[in-house]
């Protein structure tokens, strides 16, 4: 970062002391040079976004470029989950790009979408890994915050099949043995440590239902 800010300061004493060097008419022809070089590293974008950001990029130099726009453009790309832009003066410009990460699959519509760590909804026909699907009308950030839930306990996120989301804000998973654990709205963190004790108990080897939702009581179902 400090080296970045010495190669900025150094660009703007040249550019202080070139311009100084102009007579009035001279300034009047003067620009600076357009960008001539984009280098985008960490994702395959679309013909039309790959495109939008290099005509917009061209058309600028590195002082004048509309940050706002590019913004736009990127963030509007929902396979992004974040991304750094690096100016490399005089005339190029480098994106790095990461990509997000799926995390579960689920049905809008009639139409299938992945679920990003980004917290955006995916419509994407080219993926084939197995991943939990997601049944009932929910919030993404709702979803992200379960998951962050489950990543604090010792319960093993691809060991789930699927989630049932309830209106109430209650979830309910159904690991791959084909159980069926049923959580309350609170206090969900100790009612998954509590279902992986029980799981691993010989004695419940054959359950198919492990309702947890009332409090200090539990209903199993063969």
Wanted: aromatic fraction near 10%; glycine fraction near 4%; charge should be neutral.
């Amino acid at each position: 970062m400090l080296q970045q800010i010495n190669k900025k300061i150094i660009f703007y004493i040249s550019l202080v002391i070139i311009l100084g060097t102009f007579n009035n008419k001279n300034l009047t022809n003067f620009e600076l040079p357009k960008i001539n070089m984009v280098n985008i590293e960490g994702i395959e974008l679309n013909e039309n976004e790959f495109l939008e950001i290099t005509n917009l990029i061209k058309l600028n130099n590195l002082l004048s470029i509309e940050k706002s726009q590019l913004k736009e453009i990127l963030n509007a790309n929902n396979l992004i989950e974040k991304y750094e832009v690096l100016k490399k003066y005089p005339s190029s410009i480098e994106i790095k790009i990461e990509k997000t990460n799926f995390l579960a699959s689920t049905n809008i519509n009639g139409k299938n979408y992945l679920v990003g760590s980004n917290g955006k909804f995916i419509n994407t026909k080219d993926y084939s890994q197995n991943l939990p699907f997601i049944f009932g009308n929910f919030e993404t950030e709702k979803f992200l915050e379960f998951k962050n839930i489950i990543l604090q306990t010792d319960f093993k996120y691809n060991n789930i099949k699927n989630f049932y989301y309830f209106p109430s804000g209650r979830w309910d998973i159904e690991i791959i043995s084909g159980v069926l654990i049923k959580l309350p709205i609170t206090g969900i963190k100790e009612s998954l440590n509590l279902s992986i004790d029980l799981l691993e108990d010989i004695e419940f080897s054959n359950i198919k239902i492990l309702d947890i939702r009332q409090k200090n009581q539990i209903v199993i179902n063969d």
